[in-house]
Nanobody, 119 residues
Framework: VQLVESGGGSVQAGGSLRLACVVS?????MAWFRQAPGKEREGVAA???????TYADSVKGRFTISKDNAKNTLYLQMSSLKAEDTAMYYC??????????????????WGQGTQVTVS
């Protein structure tokens, strides 16, 4: 499985960005994680092959995870961005269902990351 993210950038607080992750290979559970300088990597949102999704409390109502199976692409639509959303964002995938604790760092396959800066 190979994952390639894009869509990061700099945006003002209150703005929006959409991240994309092109996936090659079969996956079941997929997720977006982020890591800010000096902080641990944290799960932001996850989605499974059934299209059920999970969100961290800090992004509920602001971020939306989705996937386009025809384009083999995972998305993260981010709105009402805050300075505390600044981080490197990573796409992650697993070939099997990871279970209900989908925001835990248990994924085997990772992208290279894309930087999001909110000022």
């Amino acid at each position: 499985v190979q994952l390639v993210e894009s869509g990061g950038g700099s945006v003002q607080a209150g703005g929006s960005l959409r991240l994309a992750c092109v996936v090659s290979g079969y996956t079941n559970s997929m997720a977006w994680f982020r890591q800010a300088p000096g902080k641990e990597r944290e799960g932001v949102a996850a989605i499974h092959s059934t299209s059920t999704s999970t969100y961290a409390d800090s992004v509920k109502g602001r971020f939306t995870i989705s996937k386009d199976n025809a384009k083999n692409t995972l998305y993260l639509q981010m709105s009402s961005l805050k300075a505390e959303d600044t981080a490197m964002y990573y796409c992650a995938a697993a070939r099997t269902y990871v279970g209900s604790d989908a925001l835990r760092d248990q994924y085997r396959h990772w992208g290279q990351g894309t930087q999001v800066t909110v000022s």
